[in-house]
């Protein structure tokens, strides 16, 4: 059947398209089945055929009959696919990988070309996002061994983009659950600074309050193509960019896509969407830092330690030399979370070794000093005392200088000048004492209010943390946001919970 393409004026998932409810009938497809488009005017065979899924448009709406709707992120991708050009569209069966899907929801092991060719048709747009979710599920339900997921991750790797910038590659990587976990801000310029070669690729926070690439966007640009980034890591040996932008493991981010509705995310997956994209930028040596806590993926220390041996053995078998460090995960690292109050506090540390925090100078100083010893500018248990004179010396903030100025922003800009939203709340303590817990999960839960991540003004800031003497009176937590109404939203939820922080007496209980 021919259709006329009508542009879609919406995001949405690229592999979908609509069709109207005469046109579904006639071709016998039903909302969630696959068809095969061929679009003739294309130049090369990858963009003349793709599968896409057929949604159904029951309103008329969007599209009439002889029409076929395509979301404006295709149109964009595919230069030769114009508004009101003509495709052809059939039915077609589901591929082989979809026999493989239904082989893991069983239980069985999935060979390396089974796993290959699961990965390849999620990129083709072949499998749906329910074969997809079906997968995922299966993964989280019957797990994977090593050889499956060592060959998930090669297969993730070799879906995009490989980058090669020489032998010696060092990166690091955090599994996450810690608020204000800025160290990579810190960690990059001291491993640059030191002679080595850190291509940083990072992550738009998702669930968090910020990612690294947020935080570094109020300093720099972060989304470069490939001939861009190489030029800036030839220049500096090191980048702190958001991988978004560039075309490696799409297959990871396309599971990643499914995986956070489900509130899913298995070791059989999570192993290997850390070292695909790893792989894919030419990393040979990785350090992993691993919260280990309450709110993490790994409760106890013992979840840490039995992941991070498995961690270890897997990178190997791809060829990355791994380290993991399991580090506490009780209260954020430093007292800020937010993109810009995070970029503020590290460009701070930068600058004046002295103005701390110690949280933010011990972790980074630490992961930084196992990466310094794996390149061989340290002995063994010498290198945070190296990190920790690379970051006092001034070395540390020169080169995050110039990585600054390199990916297009102000070398010059100091902390005074990043902006954080212009209406804020301040809490103060109503007793006095000592702070014995400082809870992450509302101090997420307030951020994410306040507008984080996607106001990157917006943002939190604690005064104190666990340990500390506390006076009545006395100025504990603030709140930044872009809009009174956020603002009013977190300052709620700050009032419901009795604030993050908590202040413990000489009572225990009351019965």
Not at 492 to 497: A, C, G, L, R, V
């Amino acid at each position: 059947m021919k259709l006329k393409v009508k542009k879609i004026n919406f995001a949405g998932n690229k592999r979908d398209v609509i069709l109207s409810p005469e046109d579904a009938l006639k071709i016998g497809q039903k909302a969630g089945e696959r068809i095969i488009i061929k679009n003739i005017d294309a130049k090369s065979i990858e963009d003349k055929y793709w599968h896409a899924i057929v949604q159904i448009d029951y309103s008329n709406a969007l599209v009439k009959p002889g029409e076929i709707g395509i979301f404006i992120d295709l149109l964009n991708e595919k230069e030769d696919l114009k508004e009101d050009s003509f495709v052809s569209v059939k039915p077609v069966e589901p591929p082989d990988s979809f026999t493989f899907v239904q082989k893991k929801i069983r239980g069985g092991k999935l060979t390396s070309e089974e796993i290959t060719s699961i990965i390849n048709d999620a990129v083709a747009g072949s499998l749906s996002k329910i074969d997809l979710a079906a997968f995922i599920t299966a993964v989280s339900i019957n797990g994977m061994d090593n050889d499956e997921i060592t060959s998930l991750t090669i297969a993730e790797a070799k879906s995009g983009e490989i980058f090669d910038f020489g032998p010696n590659v060092f990166d690091k990587h955090s599994t996450g659950g810690v608020p204000g976990n800025k160290v990579s801000l810190i960690i990059v310029p001291i491993v640059a600074a030191a002679g080595l070669l850190i291509p940083k690729t990072s992550t738009r926070a998702i669930t968090s309050p910020s990612g690294t690439a947020d935080s570094m966007e109020t300093l720099a640009p972060v989304s470069f193509n490939s001939d861009e980034l190489k030029k800036i890591i030839s220049k500096e040996k090191a980048c702190i960019a958001w991988g978004g932008a560039l075309d490696i493991a799409p297959a990871d981010n396309i599971l990643i896509e499914i995986e956070r509705p489900l509130h899913m995310d298995p070791i059989g997956l999570m192993i290997p969407s850390i070292l695909a994209k790893k792989l894919s930028m030419g990393v040979k040596k990785l350090v992993l830092d691993i919260p280990v806590g309450q709110g993490t993926k790994f409760p106890k220390v013992e979840d840490g330690h039995q992941f991070a041996l498995r961690f270890k053995e897997i990178a190997k078998k791809v060829g990355i030399q791994a380290e993991c460090a399991l580090t506490l995960a009780h209260q954020p690292i430093g007292h800020t979370v937010g993109p810009a109050i995070e970029a503020m506090e590290a460009l701070n540390l930068l600058i004046d070794y002295s103005a701390g925090p110690n949280s933010l100078i011990e972790k980074s100083t630490s992961l930084a000093g196992i990466l310094l010893e794996m390149g061989g500018k340290a002995e063994r248990g010498q290198g945070q005392t190296l990190a920790k004179e690379i970051l006092r010396s001034g070395k540390a903030y020169e080169k995050m200088r110039g990585i600054i100025e390199t990916q297009g922003g102000n070398p010059d800009i100091k902390p005074s000048d990043i902006k954080l939203g212009p209406y804020k709340k301040e809490f103060y303590s109503s007793k006095s004492g000592h702070i014995t817990e400082v809870n992450n999960a509302i101090i997420n839960k307030i951020a994410k209010a306040a507008g984080c991540p996607g106001s990157k003004t917006a943002g939190v800031e604690l005064f104190k943390k666990q340990g500390a003497r506390i006076t009545e009176g006395d100025l504990i937590f603030r709140i930044y946001s872009d809009s009174q109404s956020k603002l009013k939203k977190a300052e709620k939820i700050y009032n419901s919970t009795g604030g993050p922080i908590i202040l413990g007496g000489m009572m225990i209980e009351r019965i």
